[in-house]
């Protein structure tokens, strides 16, 4: 018994690999938020008045919400003195960049340190790379390559400037300014992120990936990445991120638009492991995410992966709308909450067109104080006859002081529809884990195989490279912790 | 090989086991007989060192080792296997991948070298044959919608594959048909060796028809009270397990 508990407690406090900082000199703007610091971002990258109007519409409509940042979500933390965040932060290069030889060698050992290599000739596996760092972009790596089949894949200031056209007649199209507190605030001040555009038809031979760092101190990373999909085309699109280990919160608002066309389809998956803060509940990441998809054409498929290892506090529901007639929505997610870490995390599905389907996979586990509440909603529209759904959400708790809580909601308007919903709540039973040690495998072993044995429908469903990240992620293989 | 004196034990403050003495020496089969809640599993998961038995006196050698302290990886990388008389299912986890894990772990301990995939597979296929079990039930999550009969079946299967040196069963005969006892039976009689020893602990002396053991001992009330040869199964059969408590009791 006892010792049991002790190696859950080893994983509930397991150590955050990624907590260093990298000591490099920022350019950035004083904290707090005005339309001046709005200006002065949109003017360090020199963007065009339409994209400042929006900023500024933008914040003027944030302002409003001063009292509708959301509560209703099952977590808990002191108010965001929203004045005392750094909205702008930047590595300042040396000199301006050419290629990626130029980028700083501080910044490139970063991006090898957490396991991400840019430099493009030492990368075998088939993953083009755009690396954020704090508010911007240093670096994308398979530009060349991916733009001999018409794809766009840089950074998202980047396509303002190449591609203003595109960017505007997407950009907020799915989550609109004025959607949320936070997307709101996001709409206001993004700094960086990621644009993809696949063209008519084209299969993108590659997986897209964007890797988030947040490095300077008291500095809220607010990206926006933008994935437009056009007809007939693919493409699968991942994203991790990390930040060091730091005593205060700090604030991640992102905003993520998919749009998928007629028969296009987009696999988005993220494995997200931001500072999840310490044992006591000091420090961590706020990570407050809007993620949405448009199934705009017939037949388009967008689905959401998640594996969310991180952050102390996790609120975020990636979405479909499921416009196009036949078109499918997916959400597949493992949320991890340890320490004190608080989740409150789902999706929701949207059906407004004929014979749309959706299928929601959700796996919670809790260990320690941890706190993991799926919300999730389905809703079936009048017009979307012939909709269905399926939804299984399982919860495994490890250990007794954490908690798993599900919020399902349910609107359907349509009689023709078919909505399923399925739920479990197990503990890691000690009777599985001494069958397991009695073969022979360690107790971080067991429970390692346990957890990625529970989560296994999600997991398959990430590309290679990042399944197998994920796995050590959830791995609590603990290294060197069993003598 | 097993050497037990006066052992006790407890469970959730219960003392189960009373004084318990048992040796076993490589190479025999011993029959641990006797009825419900006598302690039959509880000295099954005490030898396997589980945590939530408390041993409170006595003590158990393991070839001339005591295992007081030692996990209970440990003891099953020393050589030691349980068949379980309730396997778990583990959901997700494939019964093979979890079995090479656990081989290699325990090839790892001895300082041999680890099987790999092909190595393992083709290994592993000769097992399977040995207790006429398909591969496609091996590579199923373990136990996850398995019959009773296959999940006794998939115990010897990974007790054929992880080449124990001391084999405890509990009442893997229980919940079998005589086919399937049959089957399980002559996989366990397969790998009777003069190295290995085996502890066969079954409520019903059917399973003795197949497996012939060199010693009976029956168990009542947390302590050995009867001891002789094969043919004490018989004679247990005929009088029943109150005989032996009468018997013990005076
Ligand atoms: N984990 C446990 N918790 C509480 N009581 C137990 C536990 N395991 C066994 N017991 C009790 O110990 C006694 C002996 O059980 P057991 O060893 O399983 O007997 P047998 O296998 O001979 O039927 C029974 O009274 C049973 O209720
Ligand atoms: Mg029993």
């Known amino acids: 018994m006892s010792r049991t508990s002790s190696a859950l407690e080893r994983l509930a406090n397991r150590e955050y690999e990624y907590g260093f900082v990298t000591d490099i000199e920022s350019d950035s703007v004083p904290p707090g938020l005005s339309e001046d610091v709005i200006r002065?971002?949109?003017?360090?990258?020199?963007?065009?008045?339409?994209?400042?109007?929006?900023?500024?519409?933008?914040?003027?409509?944030?302002?409003?919400?001063?009292d509708a940042e959301p509560t209703w979500a099952n977590v808990h933390y002191d108010p965001i003195d929203y004045q005392k965040i750094?909205?702008?932060?930047?590595?300042?290069?040396?000199?301006?960049?050419?290629?990626?030889?130029?980028?700083?060698?501080?910044?490139?050992?970063?991006?090898?340190?957490?396991?991400?290599?840019?430099?493009?000739?030492?990368?075998?596996?088939?993953?083009?790379v755009d690396a954020v760092f704090d508010s911007v972009s240093v670096a994308t790596t398979f530009k060349k390559e991916l733009e001999k089949h018409g794809i766009i894949?840089?950074?998202?200031?980047?396509?303002?400037?190449?591609?203003?056209?595109?960017?505007?007649?997407?950009?907020?199209?799915?989550?609109?300014?004025?959607?949320?507190?936070?997307?709101?605030?996001?709409?206001?001040?993004?700094?960086?992120?990621?644009?993809?555009?696949?063209?008519?038809?084209?299969?993108?031979?590659?997986?897209?990936?964007?890797?988030?760092?947040?490095?300077?101190?008291?500095?809220?990373?607010?990206?926006?990445?933008?994935?437009?999909?056009?007809?007939?085309?693919?493409?699968?699109?991942?994203?991790?991120?990390?930040?060091?280990?730091?005593?205060?919160?700090?604030?991640?608002?992102?905003?993520?638009?998919?749009?998928?066309?007629?028969?296009?389809?987009?696999?988005?998956?993220?494995?997200?492991?931001?500072?999840?803060?310490?044992?006591?509940?000091?420090?961590?990441?706020?990570?407050?995410?809007?993620?949405?998809?448009?199934?705009?054409?017939?037949?388009?498929?967008?689905?959401?992966?998640?594996?969310?290892?991180?952050?102390?506090?996790?609120?975020?529901?990636?979405?479909c709308i499921l416009l196009g007639d036949g078109s499918i929505g997916a959400f597949y997610s493992v949320a991890l909450t340890a320490r004190r870490q608080q989740a409150d995390t789902g999706t929701k599905m949207y059906h407004i067109g004929k014979n749309t389907k959706s299928t929601i996979i959700s796996k919670g586990i809790s260990a320690g104080h941890g706190q993991n509440s799926y919300r999730g909603l389905v809703r079936i529209n009048k017009g979307a006859a012939g909709a269905r759904n399926y939804s299984q959400c399982d919860s495994l708790l490890l250990g007794d002081r954490c908690g798993a809580h599900t919020f399902p909601y349910l609107e359907v308007m349509n009689p023709s529809a078919t909505v399923e919903h399925e739920a479990t709540t197990s503990k890691i039973g000690e009777d599985q884990l001494f069958y397991c040690r009695q073969r022979g495998i360690s107790e971080e072993d067991a429970i390692s195989m346990i957890v990625n044995g529970f989560c296994k429908e999600v997991l398959r469903e990430l590309p290679m490279e990042f399944a197998v990240e994920a796995q050590n992620l959830l791995g609590v293989s603990l290294e060197g912790s069993v003598g | 090989m097993l050497k037990i004196t006066n052992l006790h034990a407890k469970v959730e403050g219960r003392e189960i086991l009373k004084g318990l003495d048992l040796e076993v020496r490589p190479g025999e089969v011993h029959a641990v007989m006797g009825p419900n809640g006598s302690g039959k599993s509880t000295l099954a998961n005490v030898i396997a060192g589980r945590e939530d038995y408390e041993?409170?006196?006595?003590?158990?050698?393991?070839?001339?080792?005591?295992?007081?302290?030692?996990?209970?990886?440990?003891?099953?990388?020393?050589?030691?296997?349980?068949?379980?008389?309730?396997?778990?299912?583990?959901?997700?986890?494939?019964?093979?991948?979890?079995?090479?894990?656990?081989?290699?772990?325990i090839l790892r301990h001895r300082g041999e070298d680890e099987l790999d995939a092909v190595d393992f597979l083709e290994f592993a296929r000769r097992k399977l044959k040995l207790v006429e079990m398909n591969e496609e039930l091996a590579n199923r999550p373990i136990n996850e919608g398995f019959s009773g009969g296959e999940k006794k079946r998939n115990e010897i299967f990974q007790m054929a594959v992880l080449e124990p040196t001391l084999c405890v069963l509990d009442e893997t005969d229980s919940g079998l048909d005589i086919d399937a006892l049959r089957v399980v039976a002559s996989g366990v009689n397969a790998l009777r060796s003069p190295e290995r020893a085996m502890l066969l602990i079954t409520h019903?002396?059917?399973?003795?028809?197949?497996?012939?053991?060199?010693?009976?001992?029956?168990?009542?009330?947390?302590?050995?009270?009867?001891?002789?040869?094969?043919?004490?199964?018989?004679?247990?059969?005929?009088k029943g397990y109150a005989w032996i408590e009468e018997h013990a009791a005076a």
Not at chain 1, 48 to 59: E, F, G, T
Request: charged letters at 25%.
């Open chain 1, 153 to 319: 894949f840089c950074a998202f200031s980047e396509a303002v400037q190449r591609h203003p056209e595109l960017v505007r007649s997407y950009l907020g199209s799915v989550v609109p300014y004025a959607d949320n507190f936070f997307a709101t605030l996001n709409s206001a001040v993004f700094s960086d992120g990621s644009f993809v555009y696949i063209p008519k038809g084209v299969r993108c031979p590659m997986e897209l990936s964007t890797y988030f760092r947040i490095n300077a101190e008291n500095t809220g990373q607010f990206e926006r990445t933008l994935i437009v999909a056009d007809e007939g085309s693919y493409v699968s699109y991942l994203e991790g991120c990390t930040a060091p280990m730091r005593d205060e919160n700090q604030l991640h608002a992102a905003v993520v638009e998919l749009v998928a066309l007629g028969d296009a389809e987009i696999k988005y998956s993220t494995v997200q492991n931001w500072y999840p803060g310490d044992e006591e509940g000091r420090g961590g990441i706020y990570n407050f995410v809007t993620k949405r998809g448009k199934c705009a054409g017939a037949r388009s498929k967008i689905s959401w992966t998640q594996v969310e290892t991180g952050s102390a506090i996790t609120w975020k529901y990636p979405s």
């Open chain 1, 86 to 128: 750094v909205y702008y932060s930047a590595p300042r290069p040396k000199k301006k960049l050419e290629s990626l030889d130029e980028v700083d060698p501080e910044l490139l050992a970063t991006y090898e340190k957490l396991g991400i290599s840019l430099a493009e000739q030492k990368r075998l596996t088939g993953v083009a």
């Open chain 2, 55 to 105: 041993v409170t006196g006595g003590e158990i050698l393991y070839r001339g080792e005591n295992l007081a302290g030692l996990s209970p990886e440990d003891r099953a990388r020393d050589g030691i296997f349980l068949a379980f008389q309730y396997p778990v299912e583990i959901p997700g986890v494939s019964n093979m991948y979890f079995l090479k894990a656990a081989k290699n772990a």
């Open chain 2, 204 to 238: 019903y002396q059917r399973l003795l028809e197949y497996i012939v053991p060199d010693f009976v001992h029956v168990l009542s009330d947390g302590r050995i009270v009867r001891s002789g040869g094969k043919e004490l199964a018989l004679e247990l059969e005929e």
């Open chain 1, 40 to 66: 002065t971002i949109s003017k360090k990258k020199n963007e065009p008045d339409w994209l400042l109007a929006w900023r500024l519409k933008a914040y003027r409509h944030w302002l409003t919400l001063a």
